[in-house]
């Protein structure tokens, strides 16, 4: 899609990829972005950068996406939606009935508005939680969905509802083009405590900070891939703009890093002497992670950018010129 003078909602824009994905949109020449989120993890401060920018707007009459006659007041005269809200793996590990209602049924409702408003493009975000634990590396899109939790149970369901209500529609006056991207482990500012891969960095960051040993959880060898928060707004003002529809894709770097070289790479930036402690893990989700960016760069032009080093000082940055915003999510994550 061409998105030179065309309105955009993003939904669940105030969160973490959601906020950094309405700056990327807002360097370009659309005409409208609306920002559809209520709130229960996004915030208005994560938009400080853009809140000015007149083109942005936010809905403000109750935004929820289990609500159908919101998201159709905001779809009207859109061209294109993206879609972040979600509750996270834990919470539906915790409550899988309301991760069922907010992840399953709400994004049937997102794809109800879109299909009776005329939406020309849905950019849906799912996850790399679809495939599990490898069973071969790197990870491809057509590698099997071998998932075996809630979070990713309804972010297959996400997929499927795409593709099964765009091939119903696809030859009529109905039809509407999608994209869904599995982000792999999503690093960067704004981001908090509640994400079971990525909060070990806060973790680490706050005990360098205290002066304590960082706690490294089994024998850190477990390993992921790293993909800075900006890189996937890219991704997603990518995977807008190309022709592409109908097609998952991976947005990752193919770079894999354990927990352990992390840890020692926040030693060495934040200039700490401390030890290393390494506690037996309580819980455990999948240990090993990479994926293959061939599929995103050939079909959309998508190439992560960001260094893992860089990334990280932009994290380290944004912590230091955001101490009370880190409080709120390290006290939110607690409570
Ligand atoms: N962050 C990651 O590492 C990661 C990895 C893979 C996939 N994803 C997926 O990417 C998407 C965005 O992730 P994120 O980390 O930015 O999440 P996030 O929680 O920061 O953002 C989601 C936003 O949706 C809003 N929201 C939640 N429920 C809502 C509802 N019922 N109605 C309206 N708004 C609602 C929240 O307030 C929040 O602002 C999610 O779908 C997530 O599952 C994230």
């Given at each position: 899609m061409d998105i030179k003078g065309k309105k955009f909602t993003v939904v669940g824009g105030a969160g973490l990829i959601g906020s950094h994905t309405v700056e990327e949109l807002l360097k370009e020449?659309?005409?409208?972005?609306?920002?559809?989120?209520?709130?229960?993890?996004?915030?208005?401060?994560?938009?400080?950068?853009?809140?000015n920018d007149p083109r942005l707007k936010i809905y403000s009459l109750g935004a929820n996406i289990m609500h159908p006659d919101h998201l159709d007041a905001?779809?009207?005269?859109?061209?294109?939606?993206?879609?972040?809200?979600?509750?996270?793996?834990?919470?539906?590990?915790?409550?899988?009935?309301?991760?069922?209602?907010?992840?399953?049924?709400?994004t049937f409702n997102i794809l109800e508005a879109i299909i009776n408003n005329g939406v020309k493009k849905l950019v849906f975000s799912s996850s790399a939680s679809v495939y599990g634990d490898a069973i071969r590396e790197p990870m491809d899109e057509d590698h099997p969905?071998?998932?075996?939790?809630?979070?990713?149970?309804?972010?297959?369901?996400?997929?499927?509802?795409?593709?099964?209500?765009?091939?119903?529609?696809?030859?009529?006056?109905?039809?509407?083009?999608?994209v869904g991207l599995r982000y792999f482990n999503v690093y960067g500012p704004r981001q908090d405590?509640?994400?079971?891969?990525?909060?070990?960095i806060m973790k680490i960051l706050d005990q360098l900070e205290k002066g304590i040993s960082p706690t490294i959880y089994g024998d850190g060898s477990q390993a992921y891939d790293f993909i800075y928060v900006g890189d996937c707004a890219k991704a997603n003002i990518a995977a807008m703009k190309s022709e592409a529809t109908d097609e998952f894709f991976n947005v990752c770097?193919?770079?894999?890093?354990?927990?352990?070289?992390?840890?020692?790479?926040?030693?060495?930036?934040?200039?700490?002497?401390?030890?290393?402690?390494?506690?037996?893990?309580?819980?455990?989700?999948?240990?090993?992670?990479i994926g293959c960016p061939q599929k995103a760069k050939e079909m959309m032009s998508f190439e992560a950018s960001m260094k893992l080093d860089e990334g990280l000082k932009k994290l380290i940055e944004w912590r230091n010129s955001h101490k009370e915003a880190v409080d709120r999510r390290r006290n939110s994550a607690k409570g």
């Open positions: 020449d659309v005409a409208e972005v609306t920002v559809f989120d209520n709130f229960t993890r996004g915030s208005e401060e994560n938009l400080e950068n853009v809140i905001a779809f009207k005269g859109v061209d294109g939606v993206f879609h972040f809200a979600a509750l996270w793996l834990l919470q539906c590990y915790e409550f899988p009935r309301s991760a069922f209602d907010v992840n399953m049924a709400g969905y071998n998932n075996q939790n809630f979070y990713g149970a309804t972010k297959i369901a996400g997929e499927h509802m795409c593709r099964s209500l765009y091939k119903r529609h696809q030859n009529s006056e109905k039809h509407f083009d999608f405590y509640h994400g079971a891969y990525i909060a070990v770097t193919g770079q894999q890093t354990s927990i352990l070289e992390l840890a020692k790479k926040l030693l060495d930036m934040t200039g700490s002497d401390l030890e290393l402690s390494f506690q037996e893990a309580d819980q455990m989700f999948v240990k090993n992670r």
